[in-house]
């Protein structure tokens, strides 16, 4: 394999970005930055799927594709949010998440 | 491949179509017809509903990405009958002053999201069952943030929106380490090359905790409550029947044709989760006042009841699981309706509001009453028969334990249905809900509910259908 960097690497990269993610979308307040986690989870899994495909099974493309999709429906996600995060910026002149709490248990 | 073979996909082709349909009816149509496109809606979704019950040829397109078969147009006609029973049940709320200039974008949405059900149920690759399974979340989000001038509204929407986008990653991390072990999607040579090595195990891991937040089942069921609260109340419908609905079938298939191999694994995993599931949201139901939020948590437990028909892994349970989820639909859609058709008249939702409704609505009550049984599961309605199906289901293979957990669960669902019941019957109001008359699109909703109880209940021909077309592992 050409440069020579082991797969490994890739994954460890991916795992991490992953929970990073996790961890931000549980403890950050601010909605476009819980919004950002999601898309590091994401992207996490884009380095996964290419890592394997280049890696392991470098004769067939089904990673490569499986990553453009998601890259694209992350977007479709991404821009249905940011509509409802103005709308709620308009109704509760706040994206804090403390302070969007109409409904509790 | 000719053109003819495109048939085999008839049933989401005409979806497309009607989207299409209505997206150039909202640029042409003028302004004093605007008022039709409600019942041009119904008429034409009611038409793919009827096209969907014509044989269909079965087989499989784009290389083995989409399959069609007998199981998977059944499972369609039942999805259908309900989103066609929420197009009419939603009428009369959109004929409200606010909602008139949005009317045709509602329909597209939630048409746009039954197209991404069936291509999630006919999926035979990973890539078109996440692409379905996106394309039958991001509009609903879209859908329960309808209400633009209320707050609680946009607050469902968001938090329905974040939570599924991230349940879809946690899903499609564990998709990435399925595909790094076997080195391909495609269901069927999933199913050849899983071993139960302890990655691919933490793959099916991620990949269910993915599903289970999809379907709401007990640690993921966070959202529920909040989201079918704010939502419009149609969209609260939708979502605790048809999206729900959707979210079991494609679990079923994919747990009974992909994961074979670690039959063991998911039994176990299921087992805890459907006891959790029961019990948490029963305990939860109790102590609820909103009866939005009510029928969120009786709908959580009802998810638990239908995991004991994916746990045996038998004919029988996929087949009693699509026969509970069609007796599911009038039922939960009959509840709905009445609380939508009051909430309409008076905007109130809850349950000492409907203290003394059945002397002044009794018509409204008795509908109530047997959609809340046919929950419940007493026995002249259907619903007797699903969870008899289910639980019979569970207990061919053993899972007795489980079983007695869930007969008691019933007990416990039956004491809060039958609040309501009491508060409808027997509480004294100074201040009732007035006798009103509903409009014509709620009685022949509520009309269609009732007669798919009591048929379903008692025409075995439907039962028999459905076991027929349906496979175990």
């Known amino acids: ?84 995060i103005i709308n709620i910026y308009r109704r509760f002149t706040t994206i804090n998440v403390e302070d969007v709490n109409e409904m509790k248990f | 491949m000719s053109l003819e073979n495109f048939l085999i996909m008839r049933q989401e082709l005409l979806m497309v179509a009607v989207v299409l349909i209505l997206l150039m009816a909202e640029i042409f149509i003028s302004q004093e017809n605007r008022k039709h496109i409600s019942t041009f809606s119904v008429v034409l979704f009611s038409l793919v509903t009827i096209a969907g019950f014509f044989p269909s040829p079965s087989g499989s397109l784009f290389g083995g990405m989409y399959i069609a078969s007998g199981t998977t147009t ?148 966070l959202w529920t409550a909040d989201v079918y609260e704010g939502s419009p109340i149609n969209i609260t419908s939708y979502l605790s029947v048809i999206s729900k609905g959707a979210a079991v079938f494609v679990l079923v298939i994919i747990l009974f044709t992909v994961f074979t191999a670690i039959v063991k694994t998911w039994q176990s995993t299921i087992y805890v989760v459907s006891v959790l599931t029961m019990t948490v949201a029963n305990l939860f139901a109790i102590r609820q006042q909103n009866l939005k939020r009510f029928l969120a948590f009786s709908s959580i437990s009802q998810a638990g009841y239908i995991l004991l028909g994916v746990i045996g892994g038998n004919e029988l349970g996929m087949a009693s699981i699509i026969y509970y989820i069609l007796v599911y639909v009038f039922s939960n859609l009959g509840a709905f309706g009445v609380v939508t058709a009051i909430s309409n008249q008076s905007g109130k939702e809850n349950m000492d509001d409907y203290n003394g409704l059945y002397h002044t609505n009794p018509k409204l009550s008795l509908i109530m009453t047997l959609a809340l049984f046919s929950l419940a599961g007493i026995p002249p309605v259907a619903g007797f028969f699903g969870k008899f199906f289910l639980f019979t289901a569970a207990a061919q293979k053993g899972f007795y334990l489980l079983v007695l957990i869930a007969v008691l669960n019933t007990i416990i669902s039956l004491f809060y249905y039958l609040l309501v019941v009491k508060a409808m019957f027997i509480n004294k109001s100074d201040s009732p809900i007035e006798k009103f008359r509903s409009d014509f699109p709620t009685r022949l909703a509520l009309g269609i509910c009732i007669a798919g109880l009591v048929i379903t209940g008692f025409a075995s021909v439907i039962f028999d259908a459905i076991r027929n077309l349906s496979f175990g592992i």
């Open chain 2, 74 to 221: 059944i499972m369609k006609n039942v999805l259908n009958i309900g989103i066609l029973l929420v197009i009419i049940q939603s009428i009369t709320w959109l004929r409200k002053i606010e909602n008139s200039e949005k009317v045709s974008e509602y329909y597209i949405l939630l048409i746009s999201t039954a197209i991404g059900m069936n291509y999630m149920i006919s999926a035979g690759h990973f890539l078109m069952f996440y692409i379905g399974i996106e394309l039958a979340t991001i509009p609903v989000a879209a859908l329960a943030a309808f209400d633009r001038m209320k707050n609680k509204s946009a607050e469902a929407g968001i938090k329905l929106i974040l939570s599924s986008a991230f349940s879809s990653g946690i899903l499609l991390y564990g998709l990435s380490i399925i595909y790094g072990t076997t080195g391909t999607l495609y269901f069927s040579e999933v199913s050849k090359l899983f071993t139960s090595n302890s990655l691919q195990t933490l793959g099916f891991i991620f990949f269910f905790s993915g599903m289970a937040f999809k379907i709401s089942i007990v640690p993921f069921h």
């Open chain 1, 1 to 84: 394999m050409s440069a020579g960097i082991p797969v490994q690497y890739f994954l460890i990269l991916a795992t991490v970005m992953f929970f990073a993610g996790v961890y931000g979308f549980l403890t950050r307040r601010n909605l476009i930055t819980i919004l950002m986690s999601v898309e590091l989870i994401l992207n996490s899994v884009n380095i996964n799927f290419l890592a394997f495909n280049r890696y392991l099974y470098p004769h067939k493309m089904e990673g490569m594709f499986f990553s453009i999709f998601v890259i694209a429906v992350a977007a479709c996600e991404a821009a249905v949010a940011i509509a409802i």
